[in-house]
């Protein structure tokens, strides 16, 4: 099971740090990913990190302001985001994968349930 939490109202050009912990089982051995959802909208790619924690890459339209990172000894993946936008606004979720250059969601083995995160203008 995949837990997030974090999400939060913020304003614009703030920063949360979305936190996504795994229960009863580890996550030490799969590509960790953060997806986003908005209102009306496909879910979508936003992170990824390989197991180990030496590679990641990100959508474009986050580079240089979110980051993300895991510690595999406390089963958890992060997700600093900075410099918010209003476009950032969304439900977050973090997904474990077998596929770390993959960028869809079909190739997720399992979903944590979400998190919002809106950003006012």
């Known amino acids: 099971q995949l837990v997030e939490s974090g999400g939060g109202l913020v304003q614009a050009g703030g920063s949360l740090r979305l936190s996504c912990a795994a229960s009863g089982r580890s996550i030490s051995s799969y590509a960790m990913k953060w997806f986003r959802q908005a209102p009306g909208k496909e879910r979508v790619f936003v992170a990824a990190i390989n197991w180990s924690g030496r590679s990641t890459y990100y959508v474009d339209s986050v580079k240089g302001r979110f980051t993300i990172s895991r510690d595999n000894d406390k089963n958890t993946v992060y997700l600093q985001m900075n410099s918010l936008k209003p476009e950032d606004t969304a439900v977050y979720y973090c997904?474990?994968?077998?596929?770390?250059?993959?960028?869809?969601?079909?190739?997720?083995?399992?979903w944590g349930q979400g998190t919002q995160v809106t950003v006012s203008s």
């Open positions: 997904a474990a994968s077998d596929a770390y250059g993959a960028t869809t969601t079909a190739d997720v083995g399992f």
